[in-house]
């Protein structure tokens, strides 16, 4: 069965994003290490498919490179009805009853994008087999959070935890 991972970024107090959204952080200067993705091409190679929320949609339709993925299957979820684009389909049907028929089908890994709405959905639905986080060394304060109000309660094991020179913390876990 296809997995589905949550590869996300996350600041040291849990937050995706700023309370606007704004996710620069992610990207400030001074975190740079020349040639390092922290995995990020290899996990792409991994995965033929991304899922995110509607909020990160619109987040992602504001970034410089074709967004989100043009050789990927990407799935959007909302609640109201949106006409789908020659690369993106928005799923307005039972979100878990989706992931779970999408499960079954043969491909690739599945990026769960986030955001926190969507990734509590599929926590407490059981769906989602494996976690990448990574850690950034800063505390926002306030923001998205990298799972909304609501998530249940879920031990997770430790698979792999790598650390960077620049203080990025990446841990691999799945539910125990
Ligand atoms: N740090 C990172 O690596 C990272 C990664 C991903 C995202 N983010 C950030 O996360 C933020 C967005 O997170 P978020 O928690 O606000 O929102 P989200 O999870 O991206 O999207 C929430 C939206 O999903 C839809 N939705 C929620 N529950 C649903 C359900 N049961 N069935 C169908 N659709 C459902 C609704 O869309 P409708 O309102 O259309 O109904 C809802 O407004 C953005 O700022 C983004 O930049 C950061």
Redesign the pocket.
């Given at each position: 069965m296809r997995k589905i991972i949550l590869y996300?970024?996350?600041s040291l107090d849990g937050y995706?994003?700023r309370p606007d959204?704004?996710?620069s952080w992610?990207h400030d200067k001074r975190y740079m290490l020349e040639g390092e993705d922290y995995g990020y091409s290899t996990f792409l190679q991994s995965i033929d498919t991304t899922l995110?929320?509607?909020?990160?949609?619109k987040?992602?339709l504001g970034f410089k490179e074709p967004s989100p993925f043009p050789a990927k299957a990407n799935y959007v979820?909302?609640?109201?009805s949106?006409p789908d684009t020659k690369q993106v389909q928005f799923?307005?049907q039972?979100?878990a009853e989706f992931v779970k028929e999408l499960k079954q089908q043969p491909g690739k890994g599945i990026w769960l994008?986030?955001?926190?709405?969507?990734?509590t959905?599929l926590l407490n639905a059981g769906l989602i087999d494996e976690f990448i986080l990574t850690y950034i060394p800063i505390i926002l304060g306030s923001g998205?959070?990298l799972f909304?109000a609501g998530a249940q309660e879920r031990q997770l094991q430790a698979l792999e935890s790598k650390s960077y020179r620049n203080g990025f913390v990446q841990l691999w876990l799945q539910p125990s």
């Open positions: 996300i970024a996350a995706i994003a959204g704004d996710t992610l995110m929320g509607h909020n990160t949609y987040v992602v979820f909302s609640r109201s949106h799923v307005q039972d979100a994008i986030g955001g926190g709405q969507i990734n959905l998205i959070p909304a």
